[in-house]
């Protein structure tokens, strides 16, 4: 029922995902939103940052950098406000938890909007909060210190969350003490230095989802590797702590997102970066046996100024999700909702 609820979405019969027609030029001018292709749905005009509830039918998302939660239900278009009923500071991610309530993470205290110092400073300081599936109460702080995204199971109460001057990844388990969640079992995993040379991060690197279906592995992004405008994705073994170079890409810069149900493949940020360290990017679907193997999903950066971000796969492997971005904006910000029919 709900496939058949999702496939109204799409107003002609599906196509292959790749299936933007392309010119022999190396960017078209234009805009995405004018050549989307069958298989393609804009849902929002506004919003960043998707993430799939685990039966498939809402997606969660932020209204904008330092912004509400927000969760848009698929079958009727419908947004439900989920943070507009306590007072806060914004908030960098939202994601779902295995037993539906929502964990946070954003600054804990005011800080200057308008200057770019400050929002760094806010989002490299943000703490992770637990917010009740009901929307009805205001979350409960975990007292941890979270650099950008986390990382939750799909499966367990279990997350892992970048921190210190993003150089680290701890892990812990969620424990709910009277209906009031903790963490427990929390201990540090990685840090810069347990990088090979030669694939060691300048300064920073990311943990972003755990593996399907045993969430014995982490797929870390590295950033700026040996200080060059090269970023890669590594997978994380928890239990031996092998690290296993997943690109192979010294031309591209890599950033992981969504990861797919399979266990098999992840969805990573892709784009020659041409000496940029922060280039302008399209979504992929890449191997995670180490093959280097990737296949293009998106095609907005075909036109000038435009990139397709924050990719996330729905726990069926169906369906994708992710933003509009523009160049020149703050990392991240996003300026709408698209849902995107995969193929086999």
């Not at 509009?324 to 849902?339: D, H, N, V």
Request: proline letters at 6%.
């Amino acid at each position: 029922m709900l496939i058949a609820l999702i496939d109204r979405l799409f107003f002609v019969p599906f196509l292959a995902a790749a299936c933007f027609t392309v010119t022999a030029q190396a960017q078209r001018e234009g805009s995405p939103l004018d050549h989307l292709p069958a298989n393609l749905k804009q849902l929002t005009s506004w919003g960043e940052r998707p993430d799939f509830r685990q039966d498939g039918q809402r997606i969660l998302f932020l209204s904008k950098v330092f912004g509400d939660v927000y969760e848009y239900e698929i079958a009727t278009g419908r947004i439900t406000p989920c943070t507009d009923h306590f007072k806060h500071h914004g908030f960098t991610r939202a994601l779902y938890l295995s037993n539906g309530d929502v964990l946070l993470s954003g600054p804990v205290s005011s800080f200057d909007r308008t200057d770019k110092e400050a929002r760094q400073k806010a989002r490299s300081s943000s703490c992770l909060s637990v917010l009740d599936k009901s929307f009805t109460k205001p979350p409960v702080p975990l007292n941890e210190h979270c650099d950008e995204g986390p990382a939750v199971s799909r499966h367990r109460l279990r997350l892992a969350w970048t921190h210190g001057l993003q150089d680290r990844i701890s892990t812990a388990d969620l424990d709910y003490e009277n209906g009031v969640p903790k963490l427990v079992n929390k201990r540090q995993v990685l840090q810069v230095s347990d990088f090979p040379e030669g694939r060691r991060p300048q300064r920073w690197f990311e943990t972003q989802n755990f593996v399907p279906p045993h969430d014995k592995q982490l797929t870390v992004t590295v950033y700026e590797v040996n200080g060059s405008a090269n970023s890669e994705a590594f997978l994380f073994d928890l239990d031996s702590g092998a690290l296993t170079n997943l690109s192979h890409s010294p031309d591209h810069y890599e950033e992981i997102e969504g990861i797919f149900p399979d266990g098999k493949h992840t969805l990573v940020e892709r784009a020659e970066h041409h000496g940029n360290h922060w280039p302008l990017i399209d979504a992929w679907k890449l191997a995670l046996d180490g093959s280097g193997k990737a296949e293009r999903l998106t095609f907005f950066t075909d036109f000038k100024g435009y990139k397709a971000g924050e990719p996330v796969v729905s726990e069926d492997g169906k369906h994708l999700a992710f933003t509009l971005g523009k160049s020149g904006m703050e990392a991240g910000q996003g300026f709408g909702l698209f849902l995107m029919k995969l193929g086999k």
